[in-house]
């Protein structure tokens, strides 16, 4: 069993940025892909961005390219989300998932746990 715990999450103004962090629970965690979904009232949750188990591949959503990183740090079992820029279009619940596998996946079927979520809200 994994557990996944967001933070980071809060009010910012337009053009603002935020951090999201999500801690892990559990072994095998470098053999784990991350990825960040949201999910917008009324809306279907999608990938934001993915970061496979070594962390060496990295996948964005296109409305955000450029604007996002993912990281990892394997030996606090921690995924990172760094968003810049943000719009208020980027309001969102945020959610911290935990893949099957090693490798990324678009599909959120794919991963088999999930955090809570945190709340982004950006003003504008």
């Known amino acids: 069993q994994v557990q996944l715990v967001e933070s980071g999450g809060g009010l910012v103004q337009a053009g603002g940025s935020l951090r999201l962090s999500c801690a892990a629970s559990?072994?095998?965690?470098?053999?784990?892909?991350m990825g960040w979904f949201r999910q917008a009232p009324g809306k279907e949750r999608e990938l934001v961005a993915a970061?496979?188990?070594?962390?060496?591949?990295?996948r964005y959503t296109a409305s955000m390219k450029g604007r996002l990183t993912i990281s990892r740090d394997n030996a606090k079992n921690t995924v990172y989300l760094q968003m810049n820029s943000l719009k208020p279009e980027d309001t969102a619940a945020y959610y911290c998932?935990?893949?099957?596998?090693?490798?990324?996946?678009?599909?959120?079927?794919?991963?088999?746990?999930w955090g809570q979520g945190t709340q982004v809200t950006v003003s504008s």
């Open positions: 998932a935990a893949a099957r596998g090693p490798y990324i996946s678009s599909i959120s079927s794919e991963y088999k746990y």
């Open positions: 559990g072994r095998a965690f470098s053999s784990t892909a």
């Open positions: 970061i496979s188990g070594s962390g060496s591949s990295t």
